[in-house]
């Protein structure tokens, strides 16, 4: 949540911080600000998007070669101008941006008005300017000991970068549970949430750990120490992202754009770890902890939103081909629930983003219960990727519409490469299935170029059933995580109501729904439980209801039955998931277009959820 980006060097600070906003919207667009340092502090901030601060800051001075930018998800308060960030201290000499919760904020805010201070917003975040403010004064300190002060009195999260009137070239970080790195150019630095707008400029970087404080100064190396000012040797990492990765590249949409990478994305996912030929997989986080897999007494996955939904999927191959027990959590309940964990349990951590709070807490928990954990995580370099004992990066590139699709894939492909890898060492798979479902492993990045060829027809659709009020989507065994994926898809990003459900279930309850206007989504492929698929379209039909059938090519049976449906090429049960999505997904996209939705960024959604 929220997108911080700061810059200290001999450019125009500007142009660099609202380009940097710009790709870092997906995290947060509710208002947007900047703070510039030339003399006196220019502040700048609007409620709603970075466009509309560009059209505010047009005619008013912006030159400085320091400066911090902050596009706000919003937590504490309304989105309005003044809960915009940055947040002034009351003497008006220290501009700060924060991402992240300040739980005990309250019982501070109260302490510093009978200290005489005043505020002008409901944040959480003024409270903080204000408290570094106060100990700078009263203790007579400077700005650095004044931040490391502050942060030893508040209880929460915080990634936070602090410009001071008087210092034109340094800049403060700090980090705690939220991500920062920082970006070392020649004679400038960058600080941003994540590296897609320090990518142009350079590609050495700094991950801040929690609890790390950085003085960022031109002209010299980047001081880190903690809170307890111990000094941290600082290690610059070279970033592996490009910028070509993170542009639309002719899209009309990163959603649509990162849909029709998935092939590629998928491939990614598999390289260097799927060998055809030998009929090998080679997975280094498996490899590292064989021992571990083979012995434990069960997997757990913590995840959250769509990357749940991919656990699900994995619960259902583990079990299938592996025969170890799963268990799916909810990180979110997981950390709250006090759970039975020990020794020879292994927790596997899925996101996207790789800085979910629910998720990085659930880790947390599971490590203090001598887990062994594991992460599957797109960004390189993230908190859970530092957090775990060891992992996978599921390869697919920046994802920036914050509606989740190729992540959601590439996360399925490092399952069934872990499911597969898995059975084989354990033996609970015959040579010749093992073969088999290695090959059509490596068929699935063809088989869903050709499910993006049903573009037109999925078009011609969501035309149809734009306008519908609710949608129900129905799947068994490997599908029925698809379908609560689909309707979370369409949830996201058109605002339809829509639920996902075990074909079986709707008989108790949601079959009530059923009318003429309830389109119902029915993934009816011809491995497994088919006849009992076809069955419950069956019931469907009869209550009036329309039918979409994602059904396999050929499928003569749900089509006399179905008012549409979308024929996928066929391959193994096991597999299905990498299929069968895709449809929904396009569905998804071209309702909400259709609807005058922003796609992209989806209304109260951010990409990257770090805070609770």
Not at 578 to 586: A, D, N, R, Y
Request: hydrophobic share 40%; with cysteine; net charge negative.
């Amino acid at each position: 949540m929220c997108g911080i980006v700061a810059y200290v060097g001999e450019k125009e600070a500007y142009p660099i911080i609202i380009k940097g906003l710009k790709r870092l919207e997906y995290r947060g667009y509710d208002s947007a600000g900047v703070a510039l340092l030339n003399g006196d502090i220019n502040l700048y901030k609007v409620k709603g998007k970075v466009s509309k601060l560009e059209d505010f800051a047009a005619n008013k001075p912006k030159t400085s070669t320091i400066g911090i930018g902050h596009t706000r998800w919003a937590t504490h308060g309304p989105p309005n101008d003044e809960n915009a960030h940055p947040h002034m201290s009351g003497n008006e000499n220290i501009a700060l941006i924060h991402n992240g919760i300040i739980e005990n904020y309250d019982s501070l805010k109260k302490e510093l008005i009978t200290r005489g201070h005043t505020f002008k917003s409901e944040t959480d975040t003024e409270v903080l300017v204000h408290l570094i403010e106060d100990i700078q004064e009263n203790e007579k300190v400077d700005l650095e000991t004044a931040t490391r002060m502050a942060l030893h009195e508040v209880v929460g999260a915080y990634a936070i970068v602090i410009l001071e009137k008087g210092n034109p070239n340094r800049l403060i970080a700090a980090r705690n549970s939220s991500p920062l790195v920082i970006g070392v150019g020649e004679d400038e630095f960058f600080v941003a949430s994540d590296a897609t707008p320090i990518v142009e400029y350079t590609k050495n970087v700094i991950y801040l750990e929690d609890e790390q404080v950085a003085v960022i100064e031109k002209g010299k190396e980047v001081k880190v120490t903690n809170i307890a000012n111990q000094k941290v040797t600082p290690y610059i990492e070279e970033l592996e992202l490009n910028l070509e990765a993170i542009e639309k590249g002719g899209y009309e949409h990163f959603m649509l754009k990162e849909i029709y990478e998935q092939p590629q994305s998928i491939r990614n996912s598999m390289l260097g770890r799927l060998n055809v030929k030998n009929g090998k997989i080679v997975m280094g986080g498996i490899e590292e902890f064989e021992s571990k897999f083979m012995n434990a007494s069960r997997i757990i996955f913590v995840a959250c939103g769509t990357s749940w939904h991919s656990a699900l999927v994995g619960e259902y191959m583990i079990e299938d081909l592996a025969r170890i027990p799963v268990e799916v959590e909810y990180a979110s309940e997981f950390r709250y629930r006090n759970p039975i964990i020990n020794e020879k349990d292994i927790v596997i951590a899925i996101s996207q983003s790789g800085e979910t709070a629910d998720t990085l807490a659930a880790l947390e928990i599971a490590k203090q219960k001598g887990a062994t954990i594991y992460g599957i995580c797109n960004v390189v370099g993230s908190s859970i990727a530092r957090a775990t004992d060891g992992g996978s990066y599921t390869h697919a590139g920046p994802e920036i519409g914050v509606a989740s699709t190729k992540a959601f894939t590439a996360q399925i492909t490092i399952l069934a490469l872990m499911a597969l890898s898995l059975a084989e060492k354990k033996g609970s798979i015959t040579k010749s299935r093992y073969q088999n479902l290695v090959n059509q492993l490596d068929t699935i990045p063809n088989l869903v170029e050709k499910v993006l060829k049903t573009n037109d027809q999925i078009k011609y659709l969501a035309d149809l059933y734009k306008d519908a009020h609710n949608f129900l989507y129905l799947g068994r065994g490997y599908n029925f995580p698809v379908a609560l994926e689909g309707a979370l898809k369409l949830k996201e990003i058109s605002y339809i109501h829509a639920e996902g459900y075990p074909a079986a279930e709707m008989k108790h309850g949601p079959i009530a729904l059923i009318d003429e206007n309830m389109p119902v989504v029915a993934i009816a492929t011809r491995k497994g439980s088919y006849q009992k698929v076809v069955s419950n379209i069956q019931e469907v039909k009869a209550r009036n209801g329309k039918i979409i059938g994602i059904v396999t090519e050929g499928d003569e049976a749900v089509k006399e039955m179905a008012d549409y449906v979308i024929e996928i090429p066929e391959t193994e049960e096991f597999l299905d998931p990498l299929i069968t999505v895709i449809p929904l997904q396009l569905l998804a996209y071209h309702i909400a277009v259709m609807r005058g939705c922003n796609v992209d960024q989806p209304r109260n959604l951010a990409k990257s959820v770090t805070v609770e």
